[in-house]
């Protein structure tokens, strides 16, 4: 009961505090996200989300785990992820320095960690795909994906903080499912300190004039830490009681993985950067179709957790590993042909939507 209530609510007032004591620093040292020609919000927002999270999380940390243990790397690899953000967002970074330092944080979390993958699970019906020797490359590819996905995801108030506080509460619900006391109270710390996040970023009547932004900070850290206990969970010998199918984890990952693929696959059959910003995300397509930035992020939130629920409900239903995989793999095609598509879709959803206004009227 501690876990759940004082715990999440310290990491939450934490955060609200370092927000409240950043947000002037920032705006006097140029920390600020100015809205372009991608960047299409009003006025200059201070870049403290990710800060006031990392110094929330470090906090509760130090102050409700009991034994650090690999912790420690995690904690080391999302403040260096932070404080690269924060060089990001002031100054700028090549995409050659940025990718060095999720590897970095990646190979803290293989090396000093002991966090990487050895299984696969059962996903083809065959038998377990043990990894063996491509267990950590396959990890640091693994860690840098989630960690750009995360990034990618940061395009609306509320989109990625939301991403990520709805997949610690998975992952926190599955780490008391494998006995795993430690794992659960972290994640419930960065639920806690995440929410404190929220009051800042979505529209809610606390916000006022504070409204503030992740920043690359936020984003890179966010996703390392995400990666960091989807491996955890889902793999033998971290956890008390049994490990968490590794298929169940691309379910909770949900969105973050599905929008990820499905842009990286665009591009590169364009011929593109398959990791440079654009407008093609899941949430600017339905901004164009005219649905509102609120609407969209309770939609793909909503969708989300509902993904998330499929996969831990289908694994304690006792589906197959390979069954959940197959659902998988069909989400992510049928998102894939809608999106391939989605031009045409957005011309029919706006006849529909001028249609439907018309008859209101």
Not at 199 to 220: E, H, I, Q, W
Not at 246 to 264: A, K, Q, Y
Not at 283 to 298: E, F, K, N, S, T
Request: glycine letters at 12%; one cysteine or more.
């Amino acid at each position: 009961m501690f876990d759940f209530f004082w715990v999440p609510l310290f990491s939450l007032l934490a955060t609200v505090i370092a927000v409240v004591a950043l947000r002037p620093v920032a705006i006097v040292g140029g920390l600020v996200d100015r809205p372009d020609s991608r960047k299409r919000h009003h006025g200059e927002i201070p870049l403290v989300g990710g800060i006031a999270i990392t110094i929330a999380v470090w906090a509760g940390a130090m102050l409700f785990m009991r034994s650090h243990g690999y912790y420690v790397a995690l904690l080391g690899g999302l403040t260096l992820l932070a404080i690269v953000g924060v060089i990001d967002d002031m100054k700028g970074m090549s995409p050659v320095a940025k990718l060095g330092a999720q590897l970095l944080a990646a190979i803290l979390m293989t090396s000093w960690g002991g966090i990487y993958l050895g299984t696969l699970g059962d996903i083809f019906g065959r038998r377990e795909i043990e990894l063996g020797n491509w267990g950590i490359p396959l990890t640091l590819f693994a860690a840098v994906a989630v960690i750009n996905a995360m990034n990618m995801c940061d395009g609306l108030d509320g989109l990625a903080g939301g991403l990520a506080a709805i997949t610690f509460a998975w992952f926190a619900y599955l780490a008391g499912q494998v006995d795993n006391g430690a794992a659960q109270r972290m994640c419930v710390i960065f639920c806690g300190a995440i929410l404190g996040f929220l009051l800042f970023n979505m529209k809610n009547p606390f916000r006022g004039g504070k409204k503030v932004f992740l920043g690359d900070a936020g984003s890179l850290m966010l996703g390392f830490s995400i990666v960091w206990f989807a491996v955890l969970l889902s793999q033998r010998g971290y956890n008390a009681d049994r490990q968490i199918p590794p298929v169940v984890m691309l379910w909770v990952l949900g969105f973050v993985l599905i929008d990820l693929f499905t842009v990286v696959v665009r591009r590169v059959l364009k011929g593109k950067n398959p990791l440079a910003a654009d407008r093609t995300h899941l949430h600017h397509v339905l901004l164009r179709l005219g649905l509102g930035p609120d609407a969209i992020v309770w939609v793909i939130l909503v969708s989300n957790a509902i993904f998330g629920f499929c996969g831990v409900y289908g694994w304690k239903a006792g589906y197959s590993e390979q069954t959940l995989f197959i659902l998988f793999l069909g989400l992510v095609l049928v998102h894939l042909m809608i999106m391939r598509n989605a031009w045409r879709l957005i011309r029919v959803g706006r006849r529909i939507v001028v249609r439907l206004t018309r008859k209101s009227y």
